[in-house]
């Protein structure tokens, strides 16, 4: 009966994603008091109410990871190679192609020159920045390797911290780009670091407690369920705080978005394919393509907030990013189940 429950919502789970970014977006237009307070929330350009919850999205997926599993991790390293090559000498190149040939060239008509350079900027942004936090959510919604993933995670922290803006000034030429460093340290130890070992903590406690059958048939089911209701709730926060910019700027959104999810859909179907080809697993394959596919976007808005304003169009191109990320992700997600056939058996 909780199976069919759960599936149930699962099935409609783009449903209730667009009904909570709705509802945020009605709420920052009409009850502008709630984002007000939410805001002052705030340490180092980071929102404690959705690294919060962003926390209670990864946290049930860390609690999944046996520490003997992450030592094999170097036994079939390929995965990773896998996600270095394609979030770091592939994403934020193809970003910054795609971007500029449709705001340069194919939206010229619509956008001033000085405007498309702000939203590529915004682009680049998102580009240099491959998701940290939210794959924990999409690798967990196509069963994948949770001690895998924190390794193809953790790796990609640390060479954020190298690469980020080095590859930002690289591709834009902008040498007075100030990245606070607070920012990228304090994302990477509230969304991986404190979840990580709060997860294996809480695994140790359990399996000597109750036994590790109990653990991984009764209790996790039942904590996995968090989820979810963290990731909608964060859309709900995120988009309370952009309601009025959403509203104000629709023709540009729409324009923004149109690079946006190309080179979304283009990154997963590289490191997908790649993955295949090298016969990777389809639980390291999904969850590789996720990574490289969707984006840091905690760390590109702030950014883009912190150095440009946050009424910027800079801004506003980051603030896109997650507008469409979230319904493209949940369709890769249903492209990675229906296509686990693709790959070998997981061992």
């Known amino acids: 009966m909780e199976d069919r ?3 149930f919502f699962d099935k409609y789970l783009t449903l209730w994603v667009v009904l909570c970014m709705l509802l945020g977006i009605l709420i920052g237009e009409y009850i502008p008091q709630i984002p007000s307070f939410l805001e002052k929330f705030e340490y180092s350009n980071v929102s404690l109410p959705i690294a919060i919850l962003i926390w209670l999205m990864i946290y049930p997926m860390m609690m999944k990871v046996d520490f003997v599993s992450v030592k094999r991790v170097k036994d079939n390293p390929k995965g990773l190679y896998v996600t270095w090559v394609v979030n770091w000498l592939i994403k934020p190149f193809t970003m910054f192609l795609i971007a500029s040939f449709f705001f340069f060239t194919v939206f010229s008509s619509f956008i001033s020159e000085e405007l498309a350079r702000d939203y590529l900027v915004g682009a680049v942004l ?3 920045a491959p998701c940290t936090a939210m794959v924990f959510v999409w690798s967990h919604l196509t069963k994948g390797n949770p001690a895998y993933t924190v390794v193809q995670v953790a790796t990609n922290d640390i060479i954020i911290l190298i690469a980020f803006v080095p590859i930002v000034k690289l591709l834009l030429g902008i040498t007075n780009v100030y990245v606070p460093w607070s920012t990228l340290i304090l994302s990477v130890v ?3 670091v404190i979840p990580l070992v709060m997860g294996v903590v809480t695994r140790q406690v359990m399996v000597k407690r109750k036994g590790l059958d109990y653990f991984e048939n009764k209790f996790i089911p039942k904590v996995s369920e ?7 709730l964060t859309l709900i926060i995120i988009f309370s705080f952009q309601g009025s910019t959403i509203l104000n700027n629709p023709t540009h959104i ?7 999810i190309i080179q979304t859909f283009l990154i997963f179907f590289v ?4 993955s295949r080809k090298l016969k990777l697993t389809h639980d390291i394959a999904a969850p590789g393509g996720m990574i490289g596919a969707s984006n840091f976007f905690e760390l ?6 912190a150095v440009f304003g946050s009424t910027s169009p800079v801004a506003l191109a980051t603030i896109v990013g997650v507008l469409v990320e979230v319904p493209v992700m ?4 249903k492209i990675a189940n229906k296509t686990k056939h693709w790959f070998p058996e997981n061992i």
């Open 271 to 274: 490191a997908y394919f790649i």
């Open 300 to 305: 590109s808005v702030a950014v883009a907030i």
């Open 126 to 128: 998102l580009g240099a």
């Open 254 to 260: 729409l324009l923004i978005s149109v690079p946006l």
């Open 226 to 232: 968090f989820t979810i209701v963290g990731l909608l």
């Open 330 to 333: 949940l369709m890769l997600v």
């Open 190 to 192: 509230i969304f991986v």
């Open 5 to 7: 429950k759960i599936g």
